[in-house]
């Protein structure tokens, strides 16, 4: 890749508008990895910035929203691509001063968004961090990743390795409606399944779990029993949260689609991003007693894990909310700012069952 910059052009399949064109802003970067505060990882890293997938509840569109970029139904038209975010990494890990610090890939967008087929950005830069032991988290709603297997192989075996997959519905309405750019949830089943299979460590987040559409009982149970069956190795679940910039979106979205629960909406999220404790318990008592009974654990017959002598660092099953709300307002800080991180604010509102 050259170090100039360009634009593209490319068409993207839409579930619900067919086809929509997005953009593609062949940008360098300066950094690659952004500092994170107040989380249980230090580092995240962000190949691309915007979204082609769309979500109409993405959290990320309320940083857009406070960096002053439409956060509307614009929002993922136009994708930065940090054509030479692998050699910038390459770099940065080869400091002496790198801890190989557990590092939270796809936070602030999805790795494997359309973009990465033809970019090949995550890709490269999982081998970088492969090459240098460094333990990685990554969350995606993108089966692509099955392209990879081989480097997360490789990954696994040199130094921690999880992967979450972003599931919170099999409901094919209410995904074509919310997701207007992913593709369908059970292909990312069976994306779990390959990478478990493969000894790859791959769980689900059932996020974000949307009150009166998703949260009924036989779709929780759905979503469990599936992830079961894939072979999952971890289950976690979130509730949607609303901040100014997805307010707005999400909510024009539900009067279209689903007009009957906008005043359900209104009374539930009136005034606050977050649900209240009262509203949400139930909800994550309800998966985590699911969690119990499909028996949800890792059950991998080949488990890749790096050799004894790397130092072990533990990583979790991170919670989606927190690695997004944190790791957008770094980038969103990284893109606005140069590298400045001092107004990342530390996420307090923690919703993980
Ligand atoms: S896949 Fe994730 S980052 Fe992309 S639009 Fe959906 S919620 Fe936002």
Redesign the pocket.
Known sequence: MGCGSATRTHPNTCSILGVVSIEYREEPCKVALNLVKGMPFRWSLNPYMG?????T?????AFEARADRPSDDR??RSIRVKVNVADILRRELARRSWKREVVAL?S???PY?PAEGRYRLTRACLSALAEARTPVHL????PMIVRDVDVLSEASRRAEVSVTF?IPTLDHDIWRKT?P??APPRQRLRAVKTLVDAGIKAGVGMA?ILPGLSDRPELLDEVVRAARDAGATGIWANLLYLRPGTREHFLSNLARDWPELVAHYQALYGGRAYLSKAAGDPLRHSVARLREKHGIADRRAIRLEPPHDVEPLQLQMLDAAAI?ATS?ASDAATVAKGNDLANVPPVSRRSPI
Not at 57 to 61: A, H, K, N
Not at 139 to 142: M, Q, V
């Open positions: 979204c082609a997938h769309r979500c509840f993405c959290y990320v569109r929002y993922g796809g602030a967008t999805d968004q969350i995606t709603r993108g972003s997701e750019g992913t974000p997004s957008a």
